[in-house]
Nanobody, 121 residues
Framework: QVQLVESGGGLVQAGGSLRLSCTAS????????MGWYRQGPGKQRELVAS???????NYGHSVKDRFTISRDNAKNTVYLQMNSLKPEDTAIYYC???????????????WGQGTQVTVSS
């Protein structure tokens, strides 16, 4: 079984910062892309940022230049540094990873349970 466990969410004032972490554990052969998605109240889930094993990154338009995604391949961990937070960043943030469990298996999508980020004005 594979698990993604997130941490680092919380309540912060506008203009503040938070750092999210997500670690993949269990039977893992390789981790390809890792990323963060979010779903705000009454909104659809959207991509926040993603990173592949070679460190190529992709950001959602609304977070570019404020958020930074990084990863530690040795720890199967992805981070999201969020700066200059705005009330519209309030959402549940979900970790996502594309994981191969064995060398013969095809990659599958895994999700964390989500962590709440609330930005007060």
């Amino acid at each position: 079984q594979v698990q993604l466990v997130e941490s680092g969410g919380g309540l912060v004032q506008a203009g503040g910062s938070l750092r999210l972490s997500c670690t993949a554990s269990g039977r893992i052969f390789s981790v390809n892309a890792m990323g963060w998605y979010r779903q705000g109240p009454g909104k659809q889930r959207e991509l926040v940022a993603s990173i592949i094993s070679g460190s190529s990154t992709n950001y959602g338009h609304s977070v570019k230049d404020r958020f930074t995604i990084s990863r530690d391949n040795a720890k199967n961990t992805v981070y999201l540094q969020m700066n200059s937070l705005k009330p519209e960043d309030t959402a549940i943030y979900y970790c996502n990873a594309d994981i191969r469990r064995t060398w013969t298996s095809i990659p599958s999508d895994y999700w964390g349970q989500g962590t709440q980020v609330t930005v007060s004005s």
